[in-house]
């Protein structure tokens, strides 16, 4: 997480922050990704399933609302117009853009990536109601070519979704091996053809843009898989996971959220694909799980408590409109619990 400075605010969504009157902004000299323009609100993606959400988050507020992927504030505009100034919200976005795009509605956002939850917490000395995850990536981000994300916008290899990402999508497509990227591939892209689809990259290496490797990708796809959607989704939707090290920071995301909620606050979760979902799907089972222990055994020997009630036994979709409104919102499943207080639900 970059360093950050204390700061008198200005109008944090129409009122100051309590406790304390103060928020975090970026300290001098940090890192910067290069960015032409900050896109406006609108050219942010919809948010998925807001009605929903807001209807989650309902029961906790009056309170204090992380929303730890901002984006271009979509949910965080909902929250505001429903609850108005019941709610504080405060954001956490690693693009520099989502960040600037905060202060155009009065959110304080922190750059930073969500496993950093637990700091920003502490330092805006506030104990949240909920915490909301969107994941994925925003339209804005697909809709920049220099943004490398999008398989059908010729850009470069780059995939960073900030710049605390450790590497770019060239140097795996460019140097990693046969090995590497068939495993990432197949594991986070879901992709039977991974094996082949590893192959014709390195034979087409040097890879110096999107529309290169999504040719390439496309040359080692048997024919019938071209004529279904576009072949290289699944690879560039690998690459990207494996740049940013989506995975492992939704598990370290996910912990940190319900650890900072108090008693009867709640930890909504936003998925896109089945990697996700499962993540997301398996944390919430294992907190709500309980003792682990044989049932013959007479006394628990695991400490296993069960610390959080599950709001929603099936993911949550969009229904039929809102997917004509929104195409985003189709592959959307939303998660949700509750913190619970040595087994007890709150009062």
Not at 117 to 134: C, G, I, K
Not at 203 to 232: K, N, Y
Request: aromatic letters at 4%; a negative charge; proline letters at 7%.
């Amino acid at each position: 997480m970059r360093g950050w400075l204390l700061a008198s605010p200005p109008d944090t969504n129409g009122r100051p922050l309590t406790p304390p009157a103060s928020h975090l902004v970026p300290a001098p000299g940090g890192l910067a990704m290069s960015q032409n323009r900050t896109p406006n609100a609108e050219e942010f993606h919809q948010p998925a399933l807001a009605d929903e959400v807001i209807a989650l988050l309902a029961p906790v507020i009056p309170g204090v609302v992380i929303d730890a992927t901002f984006g271009g504030g979509g949910h965080s505009r909902r929250m505001l117009d429903e609850f108005g100034d019941q709610v504080t919200v405060i954001g956490i976005d690693r693009d520099p853009a989502a960040v600037a795009n905060g202060a155009t509605i009065g959110v304080p956002v922190v750059e930073a990536n969500f496993t950093d939850l637990a700091e920003v917490v502490q330092q805006a000395d506030v104990r949240p109601a909920a915490v909301l995850f969107d994941f994925g990536v925003s339209s804005h981000q697909l809709d920049e070519p220099e943004r490398g994300f999008s398989y059908r916008r010729v850009g470069p290899l780059d995939m960073r979704m900030g710049p605390d990402a450790r590497r770019t999508a060239s140097q795996i497509v460019n140097e990693w091996s046969i090995e590497e990227l068939t495993r990432i591939i197949r594991e986070y892209g879901e992709e039977r053809q991974a094996r082949r689809i590893a192959r014709a990259i390195l034979e087409a290496r040097p890879i110096a843009t999107t529309g290169e490797l999504a040719d390439a990708i496309a040359r080692a796809m048997p024919a019938a898989r071209r004529r279904v959607g576009h072949p290289a989704r699944r690879t560039f939707q690998a690459i990207r996971i494996a740049v940013n090290s989506e995975l492992e920071a939704i598990e370290l995301g996910l912990d940190a959220a319900i650890d900072s909620v108090g008693v009867g606050g709640r930890v909504v979760a936003i998925s896109y694909h089945s990697l996700e979902d499962r993540i997301v799907k398996r944390r919430f089972a294992r907190g709500a799980e309980g003792c682990t222990c044989p049932p013959d055994l007479p006394v628990c020997g695991c400490d296993n408590t069960t610390d959080l009630r599950i709001l929603t036994r099936k993911p949550i979709r969009a229904s039929e409109e809102e997917v004509l409104a929104n195409k985003r919102a189709r592959s959307a499943l939303l998660r949700a619990v509750e913190k619970l207080d040595d087994g007890k639900l709150a009062a």
